[in-house]
């Protein structure tokens, strides 16, 4: 069983406002996030968003190049993951380091999920955002697992 919310963002701040909500839910006991959307859409943007919500106070970067940025500032620690570089067979090697930043108290982001072929069998919230022909954003927020679906449910509200 799962639970979607989605929420349309004409503006920034519309989508600061729902970085906010967001991240007020997870603060506490972390989350892990899979990010999907093409180039642009928003994704790091939404990160560097809830990030800031958080209290994270080093310069949120997209971790393009690196592959993994890790923020410790807050109560709770940030790491935020890029796969677009990692081929077929890097993803497999990480795949094991991804299950572990799923446990514990932290936030775990993943952008561009779809590199690891959807294989996540532990509990998350997928993140998708679409542009939409206003030049708006399209968040679209879906949970797995218990915890997670109760996020996505007090988000909707």
């Known amino acids: ?66 592959i993994l940025n ?21 993803i497999k090697t990480i795949f094991d380091e991804l299950q572990e930043y799923s446990e514990g108290k932290q936030i775990t982001f993943v952008e561009w999920a779809e590199f690891g072929q959807n294989q996540v069998p532990f509990d998350h919230i997928k993140i998708n955002v679409t542009y939409e022909d206003d030049d708006s954003r399209k968040y679209s927020f879906e949970g797995f697992g218990d915890n997670c679906i109760k996020i996505v449910e007090e988000l909707s509200r």
């Not at 500032?73 to 081929?87: G, M, N, Q, T, W």
Request: net charge negative; hydrophobic share 35%.
């Open 70 to 90: 890790e923020y410790h500032s807050a109560k709770i620690p940030v790491y935020h993951f890029d796969l677009y570089r990692l081929e077929n067979e890097g």
């Open 1 to 66: 069983m799962t639970k979607t919310y989605e929420k349309i963002c004409k503006t920034l701040n519309d989508t600061k406002e729902l970085a906010f909500r967001f991240a007020k839910l997870i603060e506490n006991d972390g989350c892990f996030i899979n990010l999907y959307g093409e180039i642009g859409a928003g994704k790091t943007a939404f990160v560097k968003q809830v990030a800031d919500a958080i209290g994270i106070t080093e310069k949120v970067t997209s971790p393009s190049f690196v």
